[in-house]
């Protein structure tokens, strides 16, 4: 079975400080891919980053950047310098590899950052 | 490019009345999804599609639910009767392959009274 575990339910920061969102999930599967998207207030949901089960490389994009160890079974994402703008939803998904196939969504995160 | 349209944006129905929400996938793209978002629930899948065809509607709720797909560039998803617990935000989401994301629709908001 697939899971996607998003144990922080709320965060709240103070603008410039740095916050890491924790993502745990689970598959029986060695191919999957992982990813991050964030629903701001609007209500759209923005991709921000899709990881292959391969490369566990960590990723850095501007004040973003992400976590994936395998023998944890974790994919945590770090926002650097926190700010406003970054107040949103944040959800971690998984999905197997065959094509065509749907994301498994986790909870979500709350976070808030306050100026 | 355009992204992923979803109409309505909003809809306000009375229950018992059918509801016809609309997704029209980025063009080239080959797999087309349905989900719901609701407080309790999160995001959840109901179906999908791969070049047109169904492929697993595991999560629609029941058969007051159905989704068509009649061609590449439109799919419908049906609720008849809209039932109160029906009321959540639906998105419409499309990629281009297997190694890709998906692109997530503005999503539609459904209150069923």
């Known amino acids: 079975a697939q899971k996607v575990t998003q144990a922080q339910t709320e965060i709240s920061v103070v603008e410039k400080e740095d916050v890491t969102l924790d993502c745990v999930y689970e598959?029986?599967?060695?191919?999957?891919?992982l990813f991050w998207y964030k629903q701001p207030p609007s209500g759209e949901l923005v991709f921000l980053i899709r990881?292959?089960?391969?490369?566990?490389q960590n990723e850095i994009s501007g004040r973003y950047s992400w976590n994936f160890q395998k023998s944890t079974s974790s994919f945590n994402f770090t926002i650097t310098a926190s700010q406003v703008v970054d107040s949103a939803v944040y959800f971690c998904?998984?999905?197997?590899?065959?094509?065509?196939?749907?994301?498994?969504f986790g909870k979500g995160t709350t976070l808030s950052v306050s100026s | 490019d355009a992204g992923v349209i979803q109409s309505p944006r909003h809809e306000v129905t009375e229950m018992g009345q059918e509801v016809t929400l609309r997704c029209k996938p980025i063009?080239?793209?080959?797999?087309l999804f349905w989900y719901r978002q609701t407080m309790m629930r999160g995001l959840e899948l109901l179906i999908y599609?791969?070049?047109?065809?169904?492929?697993?509607d595991s999560g629609m709720p029941e058969d007051r639910f159905s989704a068509k797909m009649p061609n590449a560039s439109f799919s419908t998803l049906k609720i008849q009767p809209s039932e109160p617990r029906d009321s959540a935000v639906y998105f419409c989401a499309s990629t281009p392959g297997q190694s890709y994301e998906q692109y997530f629709g503005p999503g539609t908001r459904l209150t069923v009274t």
């Open positions: 599609f791969n070049n047109n065809v169904p492929i697993d």
């Open positions: 598959t029986r599967d060695t191919t999957y891919y």
């Open positions: 063009s080239g793209h080959n797999s």
């Open positions: 990881r292959n089960s391969f490369d566990e």
């Open positions: 998904a998984l999905r197997r590899a065959q094509a065509g196939t749907a994301l498994i």
